[in-house]
């Protein structure tokens, strides 16, 4: 498995950015397709964006749609989450996922294999 360290959250006001990094160790990051979800209290884990194995291929929320950006530096290991004009309905835990020996990537929880501790992201309006 890969271990997963989330970094980057913080308290924020609404209109603010964050960036979140995701460093990963252990097996060859390049072999997951990665994914980054949220989970704000009292709330089911959600999906936010997720990039393929390469990078060349991303998808992302409706919710967050125009407003965060995942990339991925592979010679680094580590997956970000570019997040612009923050809203309080941002706010949650956000965690970062690896999906073992998948080119291309998905958005079920239930696909990913190893997860982060989460970092808080809190907006404020």
């Known amino acids: 498995q890969v271990q997963l360290v989330e970094s980057g959250g913080g308290l924020v006001q609404a209109g603010d950015s964050l960036r979140l990094s995701c460093a990963a160790s252990?097996?060859?990051?390049?072999?997951?397709?990665m994914g980054w979800f949220r989970q704000a209290p009292g709330k089911e884990r959600e999906f936010v964006a997720a990039?393929?194995?390469?990078?060349?291929?991303?998808i992302y929320a409706d919710s967050v749609k125009g407003r965060f950006t995942i990339s991925r530096d592979n010679a680094k290991d580590t997956v970000y989450l570019q997040m612009n004009s923050l809203k309080p309905e941002d706010t949650a835990v956000y965690y970062c996922?690896?999906?073992?020996?998948?080119?291309?990537?998905?958005?079920?929880?239930?696909?990913?294999?190893?997860w982060g501790q989460g970092t808080q992201v809190t907006v404020s309006s």
């Open positions: 252990g097996r060859t990051f390049s072999s997951y397709a």
């Open positions: 996922a690896a999906d073992y020996d998948r080119a291309t990537p998905r958005i079920s929880t239930s696909h990913y294999d190893s």
């Open positions: 990039i393929s194995r390469s990078g060349g291929m991303t």
